[in-house]
């Protein structure tokens, strides 16, 4: 096992892979990790510095059911099996999620006659717990809902989840498993052969006997490289705002609105960082780069947040951010086998991606099989606990007996998300160390809180130099 950010690949055979998988989002780290509990030699690439660095650091953070999914579709089958998996897998690994249900909430007679049909749908996708709530109980259960809220349905099982958290365990699963994970690895070209496949990055020739395609906004590039064209991603914008954490009262559910033709719509949904979230808005563009906000949009936002919890526009916002999910013109996911080119795409992951992930991996394997791979016996892969970064649970700056064995952990740097200096040691020692600041905050929380480290962030930016990439 390694983790390479810089400097040249390694050649001879320690560059030929039973499989390379291109893309290390939460998709791409699970599917290494599936791998890696077999006897092959895998490697996990990527163009970032860091795992999760594309689309899945902006994901939503929604564990969904899959209620509302198409019936019948890979997708319905694979995020209702996703939900599962990845609930039992945060368990043994320390991801926090809070289940706290979901409520459709519906503003006008249009939504709310379209309520028992989304009951329906949610019954053929094997989710037969819903329930209709009228105004008056949906006032008990939510009383700083705007006015004119009709009724709602009642969704058990959507939980909020750490997106970060659940790539980073993955990965760290994967590496500690033996897969080679090479970052800053653009991989700019493919020439198919047999039995290697070779690809070229900026850093070195990988020869790979089958190769797995989980590059997200880029799948259609990549499958351009080896020479397929069965669909073209467009990067939809999704922007977002994050309110301080003296707004998390103000909501006790996931609140969604009933679904239109661009996808699930603006949300308001309290975070296991004890924030609330407001967005995402759904722009289709055509620059796959284009992650910033606009003021136009984020008005838009505030406009719709204020219908749906009024209170919310009184408090501050903490953050703003943008990401891009991969729509592909189908409503379902694009991930099918190539056995010619002994080749796997796994296009069109939306935000459902999250929550599929583990289903993913699993459905991915068997389409490597499908290819010629034989995995060899199961073994167990390396235990991982992953540090919490969750409000709901215990946080180090509160555990007496880790701060008795080492007083680190008592020592607040970040006063907004109390993140401490032994969490930010440890964050730097880690299987797969942060890249840089941000993917320290993905880590830790440092520098995420209301100051946006501004207080905190030349002594955070100190121990980066002292402990992490920057020392070496």
Known sequence: MSVSRTGPLPVGSGAEYDVVVVGAGVVGSAIARTLARHPLRVALVDAANDVG????????????????ATPGT??????????????????????????????????????????????????????????????????????????GALAALEVPGEAVICPWTTTLAYATQAVRSGVDLH????????????PYHRLVTRRGVLRAR??????????????????????????????LLVFDKFARDLVRHILLPVPGPLGKGVLVAPTVYGNVMLGPTAEDLTDKTATGT?????????????????????EEVTAVYAGLRAATGQEDYRIAAHPALRYVTVGGIRSTGLTASLAIAEHVRGLLADCGLDPGPERPPARVRMPNLGEAFPR???????????????????????????????????TIPPGGLDGLRRRTRARGGRCQGNHCGAEVRALFEEYGEGAR
Not at 219 to 236: H, N, Q, S, W, Y
Not at 298 to 311: D, K, N, S, T
Request: neutral net charge; contains cysteine.
């Open 53 to 68: 660095d594309g689309t899945s650091k902006a994901n939503t953070a929604i564990l969904h059911t899959g209620f509302d």
């Open 74 to 147: 890979l997708e319905a089958r694979l995020v209702r099996e996703g939900h599962r998996l990845l609930s039992a897998y945060a368990r043994e690994t320390g991801i926090p999620v809070e289940p706290v249900g979901a409520l459709l909430v519906a503003w006008d007679e249009q939504q709310r006659a379209a309520l028992p049909r989304l009951a329906e749908k949610a019954a053929r996708n094997g989710h037969h717990a819903t329930r209709m709530l009228t105004a008056a109980e949906l006032r008990s259960r939510e009383p700083h809902l705007g006015p």
């Open 183 to 194: 970052l800053d690895c653009r991989v700019e070209k493919v020439r198919p052969g047999d």
């Open 210 to 239: 089958h190769l797995v395609n989980a590059c997200g906004l880029h799948a259609d590039a990549f499958d351009a490289l080896v020479g397929r064209e069965d669909f073209t991603v467009t990067p939809r914008r999704g922007q």
């Open 294 to 314: 606009t003021a136009e949009g984020l008005a838009g936002l505030r406009e719709q947040g204020g219908r749906i919890l009024p209170a919310l526009l009184d």
């Open 396 to 430: 180090p700056y509160r555990d007496a007996r880790l701060i008795a064995r080492d007083p680190e952990f008592g020592e607040i740097v970040c006063h907004c998300e109390r993140v401490t200096r032994g969490e930010i040691r440890a964050a730097l020692a880690s």
